[in-house]
């Protein structure tokens, strides 16, 4: 009983009522359209999970993210959609382990639930912009040597995955809001699996619940900086 009073006190209202919607609308989409990859279902929680977790900057969300990234990969592979697989098996697992080491790194005022909210300058910008186009090209010639369906929007997808698990690495607000454009494209993505098999509605139903949580997730995180700077 502690525990669950615990746990409900360190979510807001807010908190509770956005993660249980977003559960909620998962498993009925899941009921519909699916009934019976179990392995979809388990990463859309895992992953709406890590979300809400990572909203509040407990690392505990990127441990989340790494098991997520891996379900997921697998589910890609399912459908021929290599560039999601490799972004993930190949690119946010090993950066979400990353950032999961760097947010225990960094706790706010020794508080390892919460992470100190960093911030990148404009030199480091570029660098990010110039490392993300590099890493584009290189994945659209990866994806393109293995036939991967829906080229251009996975490519695209590829772009958006990794500005967000870098600036997720590096503690910035806008990952989360990253992660907010990638959704959009992984909805887009998605939907043109789901016009192939109906089965796949449940998984754009998922990235639906992920982008109001990633939209949280940048409104609480700005919020988050603009106390911790308050407080110095």
Same mark, same amino acid.
Request: hydrophobic share 50%; proline share 2%; net charge positive.
């Given at each position: 009983?502690?525990?669950?009073?615990?746990?409900?006190?360190?979510?807001?209202?807010?908190?509770?009522?956005?993660?249980?919607?977003?559960?909620?609308?998962?498993?009925?989409?899941?009921?519909?359209?699916?009934?019976?990859?179990?392995?979809?279902l388990s990463?859309?929680?895992?992953?709406?999970?890590?979300?809400?977790?990572?909203?509040?900057?407990?690392?505990?969300?990127?441990?989340?993210?790494?098991?997520?990234?891996?379900?997921?990969? %697998?589910?890609?592979?399912?459908?021929? *959609?290599?560039?999601?697989?490799?972004?993930?098996?190949?690119?946010?697992?090993?950066?979400?382990?990353?950032?999961?080491?760097?947010?225990?790194?960094?706790? *706010?005022?020794?508080?390892?639930?919460?992470?100190?909210?960093?911030? %990148?300058?404009?030199?480091?910008?570029?660098?990010?912009?110039?490392?993300?186009?590099?890493?584009?090209?290189?994945?659209?010639?990866i994806l393109?040597?293995?036939?991967?369906?829906?080229?251009?929007?996975?490519?695209?997808?590829?772009?958006?995955?990794?500005?967000?698990? *870098?600036?997720?690495?590096?503690?910035?607000? *806008?990952?989360?809001l990253a992660?907010?454009?990638? +959704?959009?494209?992984?909805?887009?993505?998605?939907?043109?699996?789901?016009?192939? +098999?109906?089965?796949? %509605?449940?998984? %754009?139903?998922?990235?639906?619940?992920?982008?109001?949580?990633?939209?949280?997730?940048?409104?609480?995180?700005?919020?988050?900086?603009?106390?911790?700077?308050?407080?110095?």
């Open positions: 009983m502690r525990k669950f009073e615990k746990i409900t006190g360190y979510f807001s209202k807010s908190e509770i009522i956005l993660w249980c919607s977003s559960v909620i609308l998962i498993v009925l989409s899941f009921c519909i359209f699916d009934r019976e990859n179990y392995l979809t990463a859309s929680l895992v992953g709406v999970t890590s979300l809400i977790f990572n909203a509040k900057g407990n690392p505990f969300g990127q441990l989340m993210m790494v098991v997520f990234s891996l379900l997921y990969g %697998i589910i890609s592979f399912s459908f021929d *959609y290599y560039g999601e697989m490799v972004t993930y098996l190949g690119m946010t697992m090993p950066m979400a382990i990353f950032a999961f080491i760097s947010w225990l790194k960094n706790p *706010y005022n020794g508080n390892r639930a919460e992470v100190k909210v960093n911030g %990148i300058s404009k030199k480091e910008t570029v660098v990010m912009w110039l490392f993300t186009a590099a890493v584009t090209v290189i994945f659209y010639f393109d040597f293995f036939n991967t369906a829906n080229i251009v929007p996975s490519t695209i997808s590829v772009t958006t995955s990794f500005l967000a698990v *870098y600036l997720a690495f590096r503690r910035s607000p *806008y990952h989360a992660y907010a454009v990638n +959704d959009i494209v992984l909805i887009c993505l998605w939907v043109l699996a789901g016009m192939e +098999d109906i089965r796949y %509605i449940s998984v %754009i139903v998922c990235f639906v619940a992920f982008f109001f949580n990633d939209v949280y997730g940048f409104l609480n995180w700005r919020k988050m900086k603009k106390r911790q700077e308050n407080n110095k």
